[in-house]
């Protein structure tokens, strides 16, 4: 393939140990207009990796010393992004299979028809420019994410409450100290994604990725490869390799969110990647090194799951190294008008509608009620107070509040939800006790449902 333009030109390392080869394939690739390095064994191709970055890398397999396979993990490892080739004159399938799980990206044999070289190239040039738009693609969303300017974000914790600036003290704490694994508490609704954000944001850099997975949300047979990626054919559907969110949140934060939802397996997984900060996809042998915060979030105590075996004490531990408790909204009702009014002005509440705030009595009711599902629902009882006043000022009924500060329910004489306990009774009633459709409702994970239902000696 003759290389058109700079653009179209790999830089090629070529690893064989024989002069013939180096003459033939190496001249091929130089009169095509390629860069190329030739190594004859594998400690010097180590060190050209280690000076240089490629593109392509054709690599011999029956090497005195270190053989291709050897090289081909570590070359992987040093430049995860170029294409590994490996080339051999006795290719068996074993040999094959044990190149393509170790990271090959194709397979040549000797004596190398050029025609096949040609489409090797080929898919390399198309590989790397699939590679820089994916570069360039992701360079965008985090100057986009990075744009917002240091007062929008210092409003991301919202509230005056003692506790919540004891919560501010302890994000700081913990940027200071550059944990690299923090553990945060609360119920649902209680702003624990909006804590993993600020000590995101605050460790910096600005261009840094923040990923964020709900682990109840993935089906137990994807979680792994969500989590940890996976090479191509390692299941069925698996027709490409895919990068985990371990991987796309390397240099950043990964925040699972109720992480006490992942399965055992999962949780053995996710041990060794804290305990080596190395993992492998699923279906795969190479070893990924990855350098990242991990915020992990649930609303039930891990103990307690400890105790019922279905959390690893080990995982526990390793997790429970600086922990930030977030209180209900109930204990901290300073907070209850600054988030109001802080939702009231996000445009995705507001939806362009000329409503000012909230009258005197429309306070009053806010204050006046318990919030089991703490600032989310608070969120929600905002955006349906705007919907229903249209303009000017909210009144109390458009919160759907009664003076006694409970939700007011369609259904005459139905249960006016007070505590959590009425709250959660209320739903599986309405939904005709299916566990599932009340935990929507609800707005919390099915596993949380049943972990409250059970200290609430409900059903």
């Known amino acids: 393939m003759t290389a058109k ?16 080869v180096h003459q033939t394939l190496a001249g091929y690739l130089r009169d095509s207009g390629h860069q190329v390095d030739d190594a004859y064994e594998a400690e010097s191709a180590l060190t050209l990796l280690e000076q240089n970055d490629y593109d392509l890398a054709l690599l011999d397999v029956q090497m005195p010393g270190m053989d291709g396979l050897s090289l081909l993990g570590k ?22 299979i044990q190149a393509l799980r170790l990271g090959a990206a194709d397979f040549l044999t000797k004596p190398v028809k050029l025609l096949e070289l040609d489409a090797v190239l080929e898919k390399a040039v198309r590989i790397r420019e699939l590679r820089q738009l994916q570069r360039h693609l992701r360079d965008t969303i985090r100057r ?24 501010r003290r302890q994000i700081r704490m913990a940027v200071e100290a550059k944990c690299d694994t923090v553990l945060i508490l609360g119920e649902t609704g209680t702003g624990k ?31 792994e490869s969500e989590l940890f990626g996976h090479r191509k054919g390692a299941f069925t559907g698996a027709t490409e390799d895919k990068a985990g969110y371990f991987e796309l949140a390397n240099e950043g934060t990964l925040f699972l969110d109720e992480i006490g939802d992942l399965s055992p397996a ?8 804290l305990e080596t900060r190395t993992l492998r996809r699923v279906g795969g042998i190479q070893e990924i090194q990855v350098a990242l915060r991990l915020i ?11 105790k019922a075996g279905r959390f690893r004490q080990d995982l526990l531990y390793r997790l429970n190294v600086f922990t930030i408790q977030l209180l209900p909204l109930r204990e901290r009702r300073e907070d209850i008008l600054p988030l109001a009014e802080h939702f009231l002005s996000l445009p995705t509440v507001r939806r362009e509608l000329p409503v000012t705030g909230f009258s005197p009595a429309a306070q009053e009711r806010l204050l006046s009620y318990n919030y089991p599902g703490n600032a989310r629902e608070l969120r929600n009882l905002v955006e349906r107070a705007a919907i229903l006043c249209r303009s000017g000022e909210i009144q109390p009924e458009h919160l759907g509040l009664s003076e006694t500060g409970t939700i007011k329910t369609e259904t005459p004489g139905s249960l006016k939800p007070n505590t959590e306990r009425d709250q959660i009774l209320n739903a599986l ?4 006790w299916n566990r599932r459709e009340a935990a929507r409702s609800l707005g919390m ?9 059970k200290n609430l000696n409900i059903g």
């Open 193 to 223: 994604e909006v804590v993993a954000r600020e000590i995101h944001f605050l460790a910096g850099p600005d261009e840094s990725p923040f990923i964020a997975m709900s682990c109840p949300a993935i089906p137990d047979t994807l979680v």
């Open 429 to 432: 009633e309405q939904a005709k």
């Open 296 to 306: 992990a979030a649930t609303n039930v105590p891990l103990e307690e799951l400890v």
């Open 144 to 167: 986009l994410q990075a744009s917002e300017d240091q007062r929008e974000r210092n409003r991301r914790l919202v509230g005056l409450s003692p506790a919540t600036e004891d919560v």
């Open 266 to 273: 999962a949780q053995a997984k996710l041990l060794r990647v």
């Open 5 to 20: 333009g700079p653009e179209r030109s790999l830089r090629v390392l070529l690893v064989d140990d024989e002069d013939i």
């Open 75 to 96: 070359v992987v490892m040093l430049q995860p992004e170029l294409s590994a080739v490996i080339i051999s004159g006795h290719a068996t399938m074993d040999i094959t």
């Open 445 to 453: 994970p099915y596993s949380t449902l049943r972990y409250k239902m």
